[in-house]
C-alpha cells in the first residue's frame, strides 16, 4: 500500500504532508493542560454532583488525549525536535497517564508491522468482535464502574515491576522471574512508577496550593471509568470488524467523528486511521487534510460514525 500512496501523491504533497513542528507540538500539550485546568476551575467554584460527573467525563477525554499525543511521539510526528518527542512529551502527557513513550513506541511499532494478522500484538483488543449486544454493554459497564480501570492498574504495576511484559492490549504475558530478587523488583518499580508518581504528585501539589486538592479526585475516577471507555470504543472503532488481511483499507477504519466524540473518544484527529497506517509519518493535524486528498482519488469511502461502528460490533 505504501507503493499506492506514492502513485496517488507526488513528492512534494508527500513532503508537505509530513512536515512537523514544534510549535503545533507544544500548542497540542497545552490544549491538554488548558482544558484540565478548566475542568479544575469549574469542579473547585461550583463543587457538586453535576459538575464532578462533568469534570470526569472530560477529564477521561483529555486522558486518552495524552495518550494520543503519547501515539504521535512514538512515531516522531508531535515535535521536530527529538527531544521534545523522547522527554517533553514523556513528562508531561505519558508519565500523567501511567505510560511512558519508550515502551509503548516499542510495543505499537509491532502493531503497524502486523495489523490485522495474528501476530499483531493489538488483537486482543478487537478479537472479541463481533459480539452480542448484551456482551458489549457488559464490557461498557465494566469501564464506567471501574473494573476495567482497576485491573489496568494492577497489570500496568506488574509490568512496571517486571513480572509482566509491557502491552497495552488485553492479554498479558508472565515473564520469567527465576533469578530475580528484591533489589531487581525494586529497581524496575522506581525507574518506571517513579516518574508517573512524580508527575501526578506534581499535579497534586498544584491543587493544593490552590486549596483544592479534592478535585484531584476527579482526574483519579476519570483515569479509572471514562478513560478506559473512550479507549475500548477507540480500539473498537480503529481495528474492529474489519476484513483484516495485509490491505490497510480493509483491516483498518476511519470514523466520522462530531464535537462530542472529539471531545471524548476521538481527540487529535485520532479517527482518521486509516490515513495513519497508510502514513505514519504524518503529524495528526494533517490526517483530516491526507483523508479528502485520498477521498478525492477515489481510495477511501465515507466514513461511518461511532453510533454505527457500535452497533456493528454487536451484531454477533
Not at 495518550?67 to 521536530?80: N, P, Q, R, W
Not at 512529551?89 to 495474528?118: E, N, S
Not at 499535579?203 to 471509568?225: D, E, F, M
Not at 466520522?256 to 493535524?285: C, D, I, K
Amino acid at each position: 500500500m505504501s507503493l499506492a500512496i506514492r502513485e496517488l501523491l507526488s513528492r512534494e504533497e508527500m513532503a508537505a504532508l509530513t512536515r512537523k513542528s514544534d510549535l503545533r507540538g507544544a500548542w497540542a500539550i497545552l490544549q491538554v493542560w488548558l482544558v484540565v485546568g478548566a475542568c479544575f476551575t469549574l469542579l473547585a467554584w461550583y463543587p457538586n454532583p453535576v459538575t464532578f460527573v462533568l469534570a470526569v467525563v472530560v477529564l477521561g477525554g483529555q486522558q486518552l488525549a495524552c495518550a494520543v499525543l503519547t501515539h504521535e511521539a512514538a512515531h516522531t510526528t508531535l515535535f521536530k525536535t527529538r527531544w521534545m518527542n523522547e522527554v517533553l512529551t514523556d513528562w508531561l502527557v505519558a508519565r500523567p497517564i501511567w505510560t511512558d513513550v519508550k515502551r509503548y513506541r516499542a510495543h505499537h511499532m509491532g502493531h503497524h508491522a502486523h495489523t490485522g494478522t495474528d501476530d499483531d500484538p493489538d488483537m486482543s483488543l478487537v478479537r472479541p468482535f463481533p459480539g452480542s449486544r448484551a456482551s458489549l454493554r457488559r464490557k461498557l459497564l465494566r469501564d464506567l464502574s471501574g473494573r476495567t480501570g482497576i485491573r489496568r492498574v494492577i497489570g500496568l504495576i506488574g509490568m512496571d515491576l517486571g513480572i509482566l511484559k509491557y502491552t497495552v492490549a488485553a492479554e498479558v504475558e508472565r515473564l520469567p522471574q527465576d533469578g530475580r530478587s528484591w533489589r531487581d523488583y525494586l529497581r524496575d518499580g522506581v525507574r518506571h512508577m517513579g516518574p508517573v508518581v512524580l508527575s501526578n504528585a506534581v499535579l497534586a501539589t498544584v491543587l493544593a496550593a490552590s486549596g483544592a486538592l479534592w478535585v484531584y479526585s476527579a482526574w483519579l475516577v476519570a483515569y479509572l471509568t471514562t478513560f478506559s471507555l473512550f479507549v475500548r470504543i477507540r480500539s473498537i472503532a480503529e481495528h474492529a470488524c474489519t476484513e483484516g488481511g495485509p490491505e490497510v483499507v480493509k483491516n483498518t477504519r476511519t470514523t466520522r467523528a462530531n464535537g462530542l466524540a472529539r471531545l471524548t473518544v476521538a481527540p487529535f484527529q485520532v479517527n482518521y486511521h486509516v490515513e495513519h497506517h497508510l502514513m505514519a509519518s504524518v503529524p495528526y493535524y494533517r490526517l483530516k487534510q491526507l483523508h479528502r486528498m485520498l477521498r478525492d482519488r477515489g481510495l477511501v469511502e465515507p466514513a461511518p460514525g461511532y453510533g454505527a461502528v457500535l452497533r456493528l460490533a454487536s451484531t454477533g
